[in-house]
Nanobody
Framework: QLQLVESGGGLVQPGGSLRLSCAAS????????IGWFRQAPGKAREFVSA????????IYGDSVQGRFTISRDGAKNTVYLQMNNLKPADTAVYYC?????????????????WGQGTQVTVSS
């Protein structure tokens, strides 16, 4: 069974950092484009970042550009999202998703498998 599991969320003060992990079981992440999305209460799911299965194509949402970094570790079958200079507006449930494609979709509909999410709260 294909499964994605996010971890690393928590409570952090504004300006702080967190690193989220997206681990896979039942399949190898190397063959998938991996995306990160977030959803705050009452808002639509928002694209955060994506990395192609080759690792060559990396894209970010405008609101996180320059603060977040996505990377993948094939040996650990894990994709990471390093989040720096966090702001209260970054508060949301963060989801990772896998797409059976070589491109890097920004739309949630472009992804085939989803994790359950991890809560990130940025507050003083």
């Amino acid at each position: 069974q294909l499964q994605l599991v996010e971890s690393g969320g928590g409570l952090v003060q504004p300006g702080g950092s967190l690193r989220l992990s997206c681990a896979a079981s039942g399949f190898t992440l190397d063959y998938y484009t991996i995306g990160w999305f977030r959803q705050a209460p009452g808002k639509a799911r928002e694209f955060v970042s994506a990395i192609s299965r080759s690792g060559i194509s990396i894209i970010y949402g405008d609101s996180v550009q320059g603060r977040f970094t996505i990377s993948r570790d094939g040996a650990k079958n894990t994709v990471y999202l390093q989040m720096n200079n966090l702001k209260p507006a970054d508060t949301a449930v963060y989801y990772c998703a896998a797409a059976e494609t070589a491109i890097t979709p920004r739309a949630p509909g472009g992804y085939d498998y989803w994790g359950q999410g991890t809560q990130v709260t940025v507050s003083s």
